[in-house]
């Protein structure tokens, strides 16, 4: 079947601009991660949904940052006002969402370049 | 505050022969690690984990071994291919959360 998918691969920005990062989870993976990982760095927790709702957003930076999951499904990363400093690869994962350890499965990433 | 460490930056190894790969850990919390393994252009691929109950899990030529008390498990590749080339990442999971901690990754070279 279809892995995660996520859309656009690659975008570039300037300063300031606002940017939304999709992700399209694997089909009936209830729970979805988004994870940024910058040159040289293992991937860095965001937020962690549970259906709707984000269940931990510990790893969101700033208020400039923000995800959305409206269905369950689908969820958009938004990052207003971009700074330079955002560039990175930002991945998106999901999973069953069951007890105990679940094996995370991750998309391509979409990197951000911020100019 | 990095919590999960992989100190080698990179390991170049002989095909055929065995590639083990190392990963400190500080945060007596975690209850689960992982391995992952990523090719350029792609996302992060699960390749074996281990529940901090257990010291050993073996998965074909993939074996993750864990020493709790000095906070340290290895991943074992044997034989090596070199398919194997790839970053390795190192990840734990804290006890009652379903984020992960990464490590820096560390690059396998496997050379015929």
């Known amino acids: 079947g279809a892995g995660v998918s996520q859309t656009p691969s690659n975008k570039v920005t300037e300063k300031g ?12 993976h209830t729970a979805l991660y988004w994870y940024r990982q910058s040159l040289g760095q293992g991937p ?15 790893g969101l930076p ?12 689908v969820s958009t990363l938004k990052i207003q006002r971009t700074e330079r400093g955002d560039s990175a690869v930002y991945l998106c994962a999901s999973s069953r969402g069951l007890a105990g350890v679940n094996e995370q499965f991750f998309g391509p990433g979409t990197r951000l370049t911020v100019l | 505050d990095q919590q999960v460490k992989q100190n080698s930056p990179s390991l170049s190894v002989q095909e055929g022969r ?41 998965d074909g030529r993939f074996t993750v071994f864990l020493n709790k008390s000095a906070k340290h498990l290895s991943l074992h590749i044997v034989p090596s ?24 990754g560390t690059r396998l070279t496997i050379n015929p």
Do not use: H
């Open chain 1, 17 to 28: 601009k606002y940017v939304e990062l999709r992700c399209d989870p694997i089909s009936g």
């Open chain 1, 44 to 58: 860095e927790f965001l937020i962690y949904f549970q259906g709707t709702g984000a269940a931990d957003d510990s």
């Open chain 1, 62 to 73: 700033n208020d400039r940052f923000f995800a959305v999951r409206p269905e369950g499904s």
């Open chain 2, 18 to 58: 065995i590639s083990i790969l190392n990963c400190d850990y500080t945060n007596s919390m975690f209850d689960y690690f992982l391995w992952y393994k990523k090719y350029p252009a792609e996302g992060p691929t699960f390749l074996i984990s281990i529940s901090s109950i257990k010291d050993k899990n073996e």
């Open chain 2, 81 to 104: 291919q070199p398919g194997d080339s790839a970053v390795y990442f190192c990840a734990a999971r804290i006890q009652g959360a379903q984020k992960l901690v990464f490590g820096q």
